[in-house]
């Protein structure tokens, strides 16, 4: 795969793998019922305990996926309990409220999720409904 990114092309290897939706979801702080721009997930912000425990500075900004509705947009694009998104379309979030508005800034096209999982951060795209 080749990757460009601020003009700067970069090879990467990828593997696929088919995505696994085997959580339930409770309704939560990005899981609007009626919300076009909804995720379908439960967020809460990054604590400093949490982002030391991922491997992020103490000081790291972000929003902590607790939970995945299996049938959600977030689900379809992959998102798992425990990533943490960073940013939306390069713009970082720290509050529930800004993931909101991020996403319905973007409700008719595809948003740009920057997740940090284990060890890495990827990024993720999230079609519209």
Request: hydrophobic content about 40%; cysteine-free.
């Amino acid at each position: 795969m080749v990757l460009i990114r601020d003009g700067s092309e970069r090879n990467l290897t990828v593997k696929l793998d088919e995505a696994v939706a085997s959580r339930s979801a409770r309704r939560g702080a990005d899981d609007t019922s009626g919300d076009k721009a909804a995720l379908g997930v439960s967020v809460a912000p990054l604590t400093a305990d949490m982002a030391a425990r991922a491997g992020l500075q103490k000081d790291a900004r972000g929003l902590v996926v607790e939970d995945v509705a299996p049938d959600g947009r977030a689900a379809k694009a992959g998102i798992e309990r425990g990533d943490i998104i960073q940013e939306v379309n390069r713009q970082a979030v720290q509050t529930v409220d800004e993931l909101r508005t991020a996403i319905r800034r973007t409700s008719d096209r595809p948003a740009l999720l920057l997740v940090h999982r284990g060890e890495r951060d990827l990024f993720v795209t999230v079609r519209p409904s």
